[in-house]
T-cell receptor, first 110, second 115 residues
Framework: KNEVEQSPQNLTAQEGEFITINCSYS?????LHWLQQHPGGGIVSLFM???GKKKHGRLIATINIQEKHSSLHITASHPRDSAVYIC????????????FGKGTHLIIQP | KAGVTQTPRYLIKTRGQQVTLSCSPI?????VSWYQQTPGQGLQFLFE???????NKGNFPGRFSGRQFSNSRSEMNVSTLELGDSALYLC??????????????FGPGTRLTVL
């Protein structure tokens, strides 16, 4: 059974700071998703990656398959980045569902 | 393209009743997955449908069921509701056959309250 652990659970930072959220998983996976959820519930997919690194604007996601670890970085953080960030893993090997971490509640103060 | 839509957005039911939730995926998407989100358990996978077939199912009791129609719209049903079924129910669609291995596009969710 795959377990997905995220850290930290809560993070408060000042505007402009560099943010790192970590995600580790216990078994080999085929894909790792990073999701963003704003108050009210809507979820947006930020990244899906199976190796290396992806960048979109101020967001960067990396994954290390050997170490079973992924990180989400936010550069030049802004109050609008305040949200819950969730990582989720897919085991692959055919159809399967996502296993989710508990989420990181990020607050960026102006 | 219109996004994933879910109806209704809010629902209040009493214990023992049943409920049906609906999800319309993005046009052209054939995979629909359902998730339950609660404060205690977080997000959990319910099931995934692709081309009208259930491909995978999470660890939920048989009271939770679903189906997918030929136009890819999907419904999930919960029978004999329990207080613990109160949750936000989210569906997500993806465009390829990979299901959880493809980018998921989430709907706004249906917030179910069981009294």
């Amino acid at each position: 059974k795959n377990e997905v652990e995220q850290s930290p659970q809560n993070l408060t930072a000042q505007e402009g700071e560099f943010i790192t959220i970590n995600c580790s998983y216990s078994v080999g996976i085929s894909a790792l998703h990073w999701l963003q959820q704003h108050p009210g519930g809507g979820i947006v997919s930020l990244f899906m990656l199976s190796s290396g690194k992806k960048k979109h604007g101020r967001l960067i996601a990396t994954i290390n398959i050997q170490e079973k670890h992924s990180s989400l970085h936010i550069t030049a953080s802004h109050p609008r980045d305040s949200a819950v960030y969730i990582c989720a893993a897919s085991l692959g090997g055919g159809a399967d569902g996502l296993t989710f971490g508990k989420g990181t509640h990020l607050i960026i103060q102006p | 393209k219109a996004g994933v839509t879910q109806t209704p957005r809010y629902l209040i039911k009493t214990r023992g009743q049943q409920v049906t939730l609906s999800c319309s995926p993005i046009s052209g998407h054939r995979s629909v997955s359902w998730y339950q989100q609660t404060p205690g358990q977080g997000l959990q996978f319910l099931f995934e449908y692709f081309s009208e077939t259930q491909r995978n199912k999470g660890n939920f009791p048989g009271r939770f069921s679903g189906r997918q129609f030929s136009n890819s719209r999907s419904e999930m049903n919960v029978s004999t509701l329990e207080l613990g079924d109160s949750a936000l129910y989210l569906c997500a669609s993806s465009s390829y056959s990979g299901g959880a291995q493809d980018t998921q596009y989430f709907g706004p969710g249906t917030r179910l309250t069981v009294l």
